[in-house]
């Protein structure tokens, strides 16, 4: 199953934000066992967001997410993006403007005016459904482009989350059917990453599925730190937790033998 | 001109690691008065990689930073996914083997075997150079595509910095020529972000090249609290400073007048 990412906002490139969006969708994806494919950002402009969308749909992912851009000022332009992108016109959608509606009058703000910048909340796509978004104002989308579900999804990370809970994750899960991850991280010293390199090789020969990867963690008075993660997704967590166990066992004694000290292994939550 | 960033690794899609990288390297374009394009963040995948690359250069930027995916571990593959995405052969660089020889003299390792492990990360695509990496073992590599400058940076953080304010920074630098950018930063209450979004707007048509971009920080005590950034790039300093000040100035002007509160107002580095 493929899962692609479309982040949308200056601020990210022009290194005012951190994207911890894509951090936290990458991990809520990895908890249910999938790998995030690709994360796309780009500026708040309608080419590149329109160009970037065609781009992605072009390698047909299951769904593709696309987070920001969703708010009342004019460079919130995802969805007129997305719109153009797919060839559809954009309408002002009755349901989506009922929850912006409801949410001002949630927030005791019942008789403030429908300006034009509010109101373009509302406007999706042609054949988009809006997405209740509990935590603000803007609501998010769904539409479906050929075999691709796309949510948008605001920026701001509350509502961001709240809706992926809500709305995304659930879909994803459906499509995905069970499966369990089991990680485990060992961190040891005395090894190079370069002299860890044919020990992974081989550990990844053996069990093709996995996920292994050795991080260097610097030199502390001239002996190498280095971290290893091992990853395993099956059907169920049984499964997942032995083929990890037997990995991290083999890493364990390799490395052992090549001169390392072993620190900790342990579960990664 | 047109700058876009790869950064390429599992640990960014999966969530364990923050893309701390394209952030920094985002501020310094910014800071010379870039905004980079768009950020692409792939697997450790050769497909991926390959893929990715042709669909950057199809968009002729002049410069293409890769970050990550240099070093000795069999998924280290972004070179050879570059050599793909160009249908460039791969061979061992001998200054590139220098350059690793002599960071392990440094070490002190004189005697370290160059095992295939090692010698793979002076295995670059034909045609590229490498670039003196100061802080680590693998080489930067830069490689000309068309009209396409590309620079494949380590991804451990320091070795990425060093490498590219040695080399990146500097090349940039003198295609752009003499830029400068001036940022200044408004706190207010009392408006929330949909009652901005009109005078935002009108900013934006009397000022095209301006940067002008609201930020909701919540509601205290019933009341929104919003910020304002406003960035300008111009030829030089007081040029940039100047227009700044003025949408600055009439920004606090208007939303006085619909009913805000400026918290302060200040120059951002």
């Known amino acids: 199953m493929r899962v692609e990412l479309l982040t949308v906002g200056k601020e990210l490139l022009i290194g005012r934000t951190l994207n911890t969006n894509a951090q936290w969708i990458g991990r809520r994806l990895a908890r249910v066992g999938l790998v995030m494919k690709v994360v796309t950002t780009v500026d708040d ?4 967001i329109s160009s970037a969308l065609r781009e992605i749909l072009r390698r047909k992912p299951d769904f593709l997410i696309t987070v920001g851009g ?26 989506a403007l009922s929850m912006i509606k409801e949410h001002y009058v949630r927030r005791g ?19 988009a ?23 948008s999804l605001p920026g701001v990370p509350s509502e961001m989350r709240s809706i992926y809970r809500g709305s995304v994750e659930p879909e994803v899960k459906r499509k995905l059917g069970p499966l369990a991850r089991k990680t485990f991280r060992i961190k040891m010293t005395g090894l190079m990453e370069s002299a860890m390199a044919p020990l992974i090789s081989r550990e ?12 260097p963690r610097g030199i ?5 730190k280095i ?10 967590m049984k499964a997942a937790r ?11 004694e390799a490395s052992t033998a090549a001169g390392a000290t072993i620190k900790s292994r342990s579960d990664e939550p």
Do not use: C, W
């Open 45 to 48: 402009d309608l080419d590149e």
């Open 204 to 215: 990844l020969k053996r069990h093709p599925g996995a996920y292994i990867k050795s991080h």
């Open 242 to 252: 032995n083929e990890a166990l037997r990995i991290v066992e083999e890493i364990v």
């Open 220 to 224: 502390e008075d001239g002996v190498s």
């Open 129 to 151: 459904l809006p997405v209740p978004n509990d935590a603000g104002t803007a609501p998010g989308v769904r539409l479906v482009a050929g075999q691709t579900v796309i949510f």
């Open 227 to 236: 971290e290893v993660d091992v990853a395993v997704v099956a059907r169920d």
């Open 70 to 95: 969703l708010g009342p000022t004019p460079d919130d332009m995802t969805l007129e993006g997305v719109a153009q992108g797919l060839h559809l016109r954009t309408k002002l959608n009755s349901q």
């Open 109 to 127: 703000l019942a008789a403030i005016e429908l300006t034009p910048a509010r109101r373009k909340m509302a406007v999706l796509p042609l054949g």
